[in-house]
């Protein structure tokens, strides 16, 4: 058993880019390689009205096809997508504001940036410099408020300097807030790249989703106590430490109330993997289900693969491609073919974001003569996990042509 994660096709929309214009593409794609729709097992898609809308999305669309193929399909949201929407809605803007302006102030000005670089390094400061604050990118969002707070000192004694001084600096309880802030996103960047990643199985991701909703649940028992824990909010931890007269402490349920608001929208983004967890739970750990809550056709062959000692140990030490892959085709036909269908479920739209990432690289002011073949061979070469056998290639020639 091989898995690859590859392109299909590319094409190029020229005009509208409405669902059924996406659509059209799509079966032009299919059509071409003559592939049956009814192997389509998912579709990840992110949340745009064009590719989810109810009635004329590009998802429903292909659903809709599917169906009319005699095939069954899945229709789910980017995992990557859902928790960048999740992470949005923890809106502290009292503190995002005066951040951002800071952050601004001195990275839009060139003259102003140098001044503070070299501010930085005559004061042998832990950094040399702060991070732009980028809303959309959420790593770089997450990273520019750690910089941000471990400068913090700094970057109000040059803005002081330079006339322009915060005036939220000096307030505990606003910088309390800052701490905060700073910490959660701090796990929310380590979700987001555990998330990240080619060939990752939906059921890995959906684990690392459901183990961040179990942390954040622990997040809230700890700060809602009387005697609040901050072990896993060391900004936090090091404001209050540095403030010990002040108040900070009433400003924990606060945070504990925060940290269930943004429990509450994970459980709401992600209801619609809830349809497969079984499933999921099934394909991950078949040793560990009951052969009830198994589909039918399933059941006789997990009762056999649980049975087998030797396939248990097997399952312990290999990847779940490789456990399935080694499963005889004769004695667990139903296993494998299911197996085959959890690992199509992609559960991002990786593969996407890193062709577009690529494609906005080669398409810039300097390649005028960039053609949509052109463009088309450098994104699947980029993108592609295959590697060309060189040897064989040069074999087959006849003779060699030297390239100038």
Same mark, same amino acid.
């Not at 102030?105 to 060139?110: E, L």
């Not at 197996?339 to 494609?359: D, I, P, R």
């Given at each position: 058993? *091989?898995?690859?994660?590859?392109?299909?096709?590319?094409?190029?929309?020229?005009?509208?880019?409405?669902?059924?214009?996406?659509?059209?593409?799509?079966?032009?794609?299919?059509?071409?390689?003559?592939?049956?729709?009814?192997?389509?097992?998912?579709?990840?898609?992110?949340?745009?009205?064009?590719?989810?809308?109810?009635?004329?999305?590009?998802?429903?669309?292909?659903? =809709?096809? +599917?169906?009319?193929?005699?095939?069954?399909? $899945?229709?789910?949201?980017?995992?990557?997508?859902?928790?960048?929407?999740?992470?949005?809605?923890?809106?502290?803007?009292?503190?995002?504001?005066? +951040?951002?302006?800071?952050?601004?102030?001195?990275?839009?000005?060139?003259?102003?940036?140098?001044?503070?670089?070299?501010? $930085?390094? =005559?004061?042998?400061?832990?950094?040399?410099?702060?991070?732009?604050?980028?809303?959309?990118?959420?790593?770089?969002?997450? %990273?520019?408020?750690?910089?941000?707070?471990?400068?913090?000192? &700094?970057?109000?004694?040059?803005?002081? &300097?330079?006339?322009?001084?915060?005036?939220?600096?000096?307030?505990?309880?606003?910088?309390?807030?800052?701490?905060?802030?700073?910490?959660?996103?701090?796990?929310?960047?380590?979700?987001?790249?555990? $998330?990240?990643?080619?060939?990752?199985?939906?059921?890995?991701?959906?684990?690392?989703?459901?183990?961040?909703?179990?942390?954040?649940?622990?997040?809230?028992?700890?700060?809602?106590?009387?005697?609040?824990?901050?072990?896993?909010?060391?900004?936090?931890?090091?404001?209050?430490?540095?403030?010990?007269?002040? =108040?900070?402490?009433?400003?924990?349920?606060?945070?504990?109330?925060?940290?269930?608001?943004?429990?509450?929208?994970?459980?709401?983004?992600?209801?619609?993997?809830?349809?497969?967890?079984?499933?999921?739970?099934?394909?991950? %750990?078949?040793?560990?289900?009951?052969?009830?809550?198994?589909?039918?056709?399933?059941?006789?062959?997990?009762?056999?693969?649980?049975?087998?000692?030797?396939?248990?140990?097997?399952?312990?030490?290999?990847?779940?491609?490789?456990?399935?892959?080694?499963?005889?085709?004769?004695?667990?036909?139903?296993?494998?073919?299911?197996?085959?269908?959890?690992?199509?479920?992609?559960? %991002?739209?990786?593969?996407?974001?890193?062709?577009?990432?690529?494609?906005?690289?080669?398409?810039?002011?300097?390649?005028?003569?960039?053609?949509?073949?052109?463009?088309?061979?450098?994104?699947?070469?980029?993108?592609?996990?295959?590697?060309?056998?060189?040897? %064989?290639?040069?074999?087959?020639?006849?003779?060699? *042509?030297?390239?100038?």
């Amino acid at each position: 058993m *091989n898995v690859r994660e590859e392109l299909l096709d590319l094409q190029s929309l020229k005009g509208q880019t409405r669902g059924k214009d996406c659509f059209v593409s799509v079966c032009e794609a299919v059509d071409d390689l003559k592939q049956p729709w009814s192997k389509v097992s998912g579709i990840i898609t992110d949340g745009a009205p064009a590719m989810a809308g109810e009635q004329s999305g590009l998802s429903t669309l292909i659903c =809709n096809k +599917v169906s009319e193929e005699g095939g069954n399909t $899945l229709k789910l949201h980017c995992i990557i997508h859902q928790q960048a929407l999740c992470a949005k809605h923890l809106k502290f803007d009292h503190v995002m504001k005066p +951040v951002v302006k800071a952050i601004n102030s001195i990275r839009s000005k060139s003259l102003h940036h140098q001044k503070f670089q070299q501010f $930085l390094l =005559n004061i042998q400061a832990e950094y040399g410099d702060v991070i732009y604050y980028s809303d959309v990118r959420w790593l770089s969002r997450g %990273s520019a408020m750690q910089r941000f707070f471990s400068l913090r000192e &700094e970057i109000g004694r040059f803005l002081g &300097e330079k006339g322009q001084p915060m005036e939220d600096l000096p307030d505990p309880v606003w910088l309390a807030d800052l701490a905060f802030l700073v910490d959660i996103t701090k796990h929310l960047n380590a979700l987001n790249v555990d $998330l990240l990643g080619q060939d990752a199985v939906v059921s890995q991701l959906y684990a690392h989703i459901k183990g961040f909703g179990i942390k954040l649940q622990l997040f809230q028992r700890h700060l809602s106590q009387t005697e609040p824990c901050t072990v896993h909010f060391p900004a936090l931890k090091e404001v209050i430490d540095s403030f010990p007269k002040d =108040n900070i402490g009433t400003q924990m349920m606060s945070y504990a109330t925060a940290i269930a608001f943004l429990s509450m929208e994970f459980n709401k983004h992600f209801w619609d993997f809830e349809v497969i967890e079984k499933d999921m739970l099934l394909f991950s %750990s078949p040793f560990s289900v009951d052969t009830d809550d198994a589909p039918p056709e399933l059941q006789l062959e997990l009762i056999e693969l649980q049975c087998d000692d030797e396939q248990r140990g097997k399952h312990q030490q290999l990847s779940l491609v490789d456990f399935y892959g080694q499963l005889d085709k004769h004695r667990f036909p139903e296993m494998r073919t299911f197996a085959k269908k959890m690992l199509s479920l992609f559960g %991002s739209t990786y593969l996407c974001e890193q062709t577009h990432s690529v494609m906005n690289l080669n398409k810039n002011r300097l390649r005028s003569r960039l053609s949509d073949s052109h463009l088309h061979d450098i994104l699947r070469i980029s993108t592609t996990s295959l590697k060309a056998d060189l040897a %064989s290639l040069l074999k087959s020639r006849s003779q060699y *042509n030297p390239s100038h």
